[in-house]
């Protein structure tokens, strides 16, 4: 999926082991689509096969040991009171993961349903200049909190058309623990944005004190932002972008 290779295959853990581990997950996790019950696993696992070995166990798994220790500390949350201070290295770190991990699990959850495109010149973007740990062009990644105790993982994917009735971009919001990403994601030769559509992205009213920017960030930030979503909260905020749309005619 990321260089096109056609040798051995392996299992890429979409949510990786490590922050499994990190969750403490010990007990059965169940599965739900909406309010559709799916079944239920033995731990959190979310896998995909069209990861070749040389990707996964190569610069893929160098990505996850950087991202753990920045991550990590997040997924439970902070103390009353306290904050995590983000530098912009750390940032671009968690960005540049939570792009590879939202395109992941748009194809492992969602392929073949119109909301589950995703641009696949990004994903080799990935490859191609992952000594850089950067996030790809054309992408904005915002960090957010969740308040939940017992939501392990959540995933919502969008598709956003041109004015040929084209994909034009992807935007997932999925979260980890309290951890909440949102990720838009456009195909590298659309990769300059305009400033319509830096203004169209920017998160407003309350959106605006729930999400923070990741990419780009040239500055630190302190997290949990000042308001934290809860998971009925989720389909609202992983819808935003929908909303604003204008009404078709």
Not at 208 to 216: D, N
Not at 236 to 247: I, T
């Amino acid at each position: 999926m990321f260089c096109g290779a056609t040798g051995s295959l392996s299992t890429e853990h979409v949510i990786p082991k490590w922050l499994r581990k990190e969750l403490g997950i010990a007990e059965p996790v169940r599965e739900f689509s909406g309010t559709t019950y799916i079944g239920a696993a033995q731990t959190l696992a979310v896998v995909f096969h069209e990861v070749c070995v040389s990707c996964n166990s190569g610069w893929m798994e160098t990505l996850e040991a950087a991202t753990r220790p920045v991550l990590g500390p997040l997924l439970l949350g902070a103390a009353p009171g306290t904050t995590h201070v983000l530098d912009p290295g750390e940032q671009a770190i968690l960005a540049t993961w939570a792009v590879k991990t939202a395109l992941l699990l748009a194809l492992s959850k969602f392929r073949g349903q119109a909301h589950g495109w995703i641009p696949a010149t990004t994903l080799r973007w990935l490859r191609q200049h992952h000594q850089a740990r950067m996030p790809p062009p054309g992408t904005r990644v915002w960090f957010g909190g969740l308040a939940t105790s017992d939501l392990p993982a959540s995933a919502q994917a969008a598709c956003l058309y041109d004015a040929t009735s084209s994909p034009a971009a992807s935007c997932v919001t999925f979260s980890t623990g309290c951890a909440l990403f949102q990720v838009f994601a456009t195909e590298q030769h659309d990769a300059e944005l305009t400033p319509d559509t830096e203004e169209w992205l920017a998160p407003s009213g309350a959106y605006q004190e729930a999400l923070l920017p990741i990419a780009p960030s040239s500055a630190p930030l302190r997290w949990p932002p000042a308001v934290v979503a809860s998971p009925g909260e989720l389909q609202g905020l992983a819808g935003r972008l929908r909303q604003r749309l204008p009404a078709a005619p």
